[in-house]
């Protein structure tokens, strides 16, 4: 079993506030599901292309990035996201759409492939209520993520990733979800666990601008909920290691209160579709990002699905320079596979939305890629509810000195 991590090995992607890889629009407040985990309320409403123009801009003047995440609500039911997708595209962003798919054919993703789409984020978990698959398991809903994945495959030349919600019941589904994308890595290029959070915590009282606020109207207060919402992303990795023992993470983001959280995990996995032979190490981590930024002024995010089948060419070239590399070109050779079999390289991310730490403070995630736009200026996505209800965010304060610590809002 490999040793507990420890973030001073890892490298620190050196994503902040004004020099990103990411940023996240969103279009709509529109959604044709409710998942369990979302954060944001179902409203009948679409943004006008001036109103997201207007975004776009903000983004340009505050922030270099490289893709920009075209997120909602559910944005392929805003009637004009073609034209959405061309106005990041013209901009000479990388336009991603974060969707459940369930709007996606395969006529509209040419569509939107001709549009300028360079990937897509699929979120597919068993909370969602999906017509037909209601009490359906991770496992079984790897079905639905295969045609998914199959259908972006068969158009080509895009970006195929997947992110789930993970619940305190699901927690154990993560190894097999590891296992399918393993299967099909050469179809599903980024696997990504969101660990489940909630704002009820009855342990803290709530102000904007000094006077104190109700939270139960916001769309993730819920004080009926009893499941857990302190999952963090160490015990994933823990999780993960009982069935991939050496899964050894290489990147991450901390957290804006504790230099030693994980908000961000990132592991690149490198592997054909029957074994994983190895992972890429914090230096490969550190000149991906670097020798981006050099060629093109700005940090990457998703990459064309090319480069993710020239995982042999990476180890050939850059095994001096990675410790992890190195292991992957001695399993390869010894077993034969780094001449005879296509190497596929697979990132996986673990994301640790806010904690609440016991004094109150909100350790949110530090250089933040889903920065959104809240009155002309950049705010946190996952917590845009609160600027909509009270018209800025919400601090939290404790109770009585004695209480733990505890994740919320």
Request: glycine share 8%; net charge neutral; hydrophobic share 40%.
């Amino acid at each position: 079993m490999t040793a507990e991590l420890d973030h001073r090995e890892l490298y620190r992607l050196p994503w902040n506030l004004a020099d990103n890889a990411i940023a996240w629009l969103e279009p709509t407040a529109k959604c044709n599901l409710a998942c369990e985990g979302c954060y944001r309320a179902n409203i009948n409403q679409h943004k006008s292309l001036d109103e997201v123009a207007a975004d776009l801009d903000v983004f340009h003047a505050n922030r270099k990035i490289d893709g920009v995440s075209i997120a909602g609500g559910e944005p392929l039911t805003h009637p004009q996201i073609l034209d959405i997708v061309r106005m990041v595209k013209t901009r000479g962003w990388k336009p991603i759409i974060n969707t459940n798919g369930l709007a996606l054919t395969r006529e509209l993703l040419v569509k939107l492939k001709q549009a300028g789409l360079e990937g897509l984020t699929f979120h597919v978990d068993s909370k969602q209520h999906r017509p037909g698959w209601k009490d359906k398991s991770e496992q079984e809903h790897n079905q639905l993520r295969l045609n998914f994945a199959r259908m972006v495959a068969d158009v080509g030349g895009l970006s195929c990733a997947f992110n789930a919600t993970i619940y305190d019941d699901t927690l154990n589904d993560i190894p097999g979800l590891m296992e399918w994308a393993r299967e099909h890595i050469d179809i599903v290029h980024v696997m990504v666990f969101i660990l489940y959070r909630t704002s009820d915590t009855p342990e803290f009282d709530y102000y904007v601008a000094g006077q104190k606020v109700d939270m139960s109207p916001l769309k993730y207060d819920d004080a009926s909920d009893a499941r857990r919402s302190d999952i963090s992303a160490p015990e994933a990795v823990r999780k993960i290691r009982e069935f991939y023992p050496e899964f050894s993470p290489s990147a991450y983001l901390n957290g804006t209160e504790k230099a030693d959280s994980f908000k961000w995990l990132l592991t690149g996995r490198l592997g054909t579709r029957k074994r994983i032979y190895g992972y890429v190490g914090s230096k490969f981590m550190e000149m991906a990002q670097t020798f981006h930024h050099l060629q093109h002024g700005r940090y990457l995010a998703y990459s064309h699905p090319q480069v993710h089948r020239r995982g042999r060419l990476m180890v050939l070239l850059l095994w001096p320079f990675d410790s992890g590399l190195r292991k992957v070109l001695v399993r390869s050779l010894m077993g034969l596979k780094l001449l005879a079999s296509r190497l596929h390289l697979q990132s996986i991310m673990i994301i640790q939305p806010v904690d609440m730490l016991e004094d109150g403070r909100q350790n949110m995630c530090d250089g933040c890629p889903d920065m959104t736009v809240w009155k002309g200026g950049l705010a946190w996505s996952c917590r845009l509810e609160e600027c909509m209800h009270f018209g800025g965010f919400v601090q939290c304060v404790p109770r009585n000195e004695n209480v733990a610590a505890k994740p919320g809002v």
